[in-house]
């Protein structure tokens, strides 16, 4: 008989920690679940020979992984094919163990295969699978460690997995569209402040210099362009950096500055919040938040994590201060023994027919389909609603492109309409 150690959820959702003695670790989860609780992680006792061995085998690895030297995190790309790859592995029989090992093996260096050395290390020397990857949160986030465990407990591992890599290759695929889609306004609006960046350090200033010579009057138009001009190009009146540099810079800056308020609770709260309700792009952010929301959720349920963990993990991968206040209310709804949708409903962040459907799934005990559902028809909303915004925005760039250079083109004209005028009634007298 071994001594197992183990961490589990009561009937009311909240953890307990303990040990029970058992043969096996399968052995050992059904005394868990004979007590009444849902064990996420079981792992057996190491002696003391063991956990030397482990200690000088760790000692040999990290001799080894000092030679892999990186720098970032795992990319998305490579985090699902490894995902993939290690549940086709399982589906086919191979030990844990020495599936990680083959993965392991072929990564290329850097930080996923860093990190794989150390599960590897892990799961050789007695931890859980879940375990081993929640010691590199960097790789493995909190949703992903919790299906995993989720899957060692129910056995069914392999499916885990794969609903994990489909998962995660759709919110991938849904980053993406998206990224995609701001590319074409984002080149254009940068092409378009260099082109009258140029124009402003170095064509304004030959029109000046006419004017001058000409001792033409010039209109308030023509003096307000030429007074910017010499403000991007560092000719103003006591000026050191010139214009150009807070231009360029100043989208930088701005990006940092909206980082550095994410950081504190309130400044999160009130940007996510004006994000989510501000027009144009609040529709896209609402849906794309609801979509990542009911796939989390809905992924988390059908792998069989407790509904009150799954609403937490969502919460915290949900990215938006709005839905994380609405997805605290529903956890206390639930624990209190009411029901999701009702919560939901009042905190006001999705449209109707997701909350009906979620209202349905709770009295059918099919929450996960209905959840995934919507995911799936919001995947497609949010696709309508970039192709929708793409053809707004485009407009409204030609009318701000026709705009600045419809001004700077009038601004130069009415001097030069003045020039003319005078000359010909010179010539006239």
Not at 256 to 283: C, E, H, Q, Y
């Amino acid at each position: 008989m071994a001594t197992f150690m183990y961490e589990a959820l009561n009937a009311a959702g909240k953890p307990q920690k303990g040990t029970v003695e058992a043969g096996t670790t399968e052995e050992a989860i059904q005394r868990i679940k004979g007590q009444g609780f849902f064990p996420t992680s079981v792992r057996e006792q190491k002696n003391k020979q063991k956990a030397a061995a482990a200690e000088q085998g760790g000692t040999k690895k990290k001799k080894k992984k000092e030679l892999n030297f990186s720098i970032g995190g795992v990319k998305a790309k490579h985090l699902t094919t490894f995902t993939r790859q290690l549940s086709t592995l399982q589906d086919a029989g191979l030990p844990l163990l020495r599936s990680l090992q083959i993965l392991e093996g072929q990564q290329k260096p850097g930080k996923l295969k860093n990190v794989l050395e150390g599960v590897c290390e892990d799961v050789e020397g007695g931890t859980s699978l879940s375990d081993a990857m929640a010691k590199h949160p960097s790789a493995f986030n909190r949703l992903y460690t919790k299906m995993v465990a989720a899957g060692e407990v129910g056995g069914v591992l392999d499916i885990i997995l794969q609903r994990l890599a489909e998962f995660m290759e759709k919110a991938e695929s849904l980053k993406r569209k998206i990224r995609a889609a701001m590319i074409y306004p984002i080149a254009v609006v940068v092409i378009a402040v260099l082109i009258v960046a140029f124009i402003m350090v170095f064509i304004i200033p030959k029109f000046e210099e006419i004017f001058r010579d000409f001792g033409v009057a010039l209109p308030a138009l023509t003096r307000v362009l030429i007074n910017i001009s010499r403000w991007m190009a560092g000719n103003g009146v006591g000026q050191v950096v010139p214009g150009w540099v807070y231009v360029i810079f100043s989208p930088l800056i701005i990006w940092i500055l909206f980082k550095l308020a994410r950081k504190s609770p309130p400044g999160r709260a009130a940007l996510d919040t004006l994000v989510f309700w501000m027009p144009l792009f609040g529709n896209l952010i609402r849906k794309t938040v609801t979509a990542r929301f009911t796939r989390t959720l809905g992924t988390l349920i059908s792998a069989g994590v407790p509904i009150l963990e799954a609403i937490l993990i969502t919460r915290d991968t949900s990215g938006n201060y709005v839905f994380e206040k609405a997805l605290t209310n529903v956890h206390d709804s639930i624990r209190e023994g009411e029901s999701f949708a009702g919560p939901l409903r009042e905190a006001k962040v999705c449209d109707a027919i997701v909350v009906n459907m979620i209202d349905v799934g709770e009295e059918t005990g099919d929450m996960d389909v209905m959840l995934l559902k919507v995911a799936d028809n919001y995947d497609e909303e949010v696709d309508v609603a970039v192709g929708g915004l793409i053809k707004l925005i485009e407009p409204l760039l030609i009318v701000f492109l026709g705009g600045a250079v419809g001004t700077i083109v009038v601004s130069m004209f009415l001097p030069l309409v003045a020039m003319i005028e005078s000359l010909q009634q010179g010539g006239a007298v």
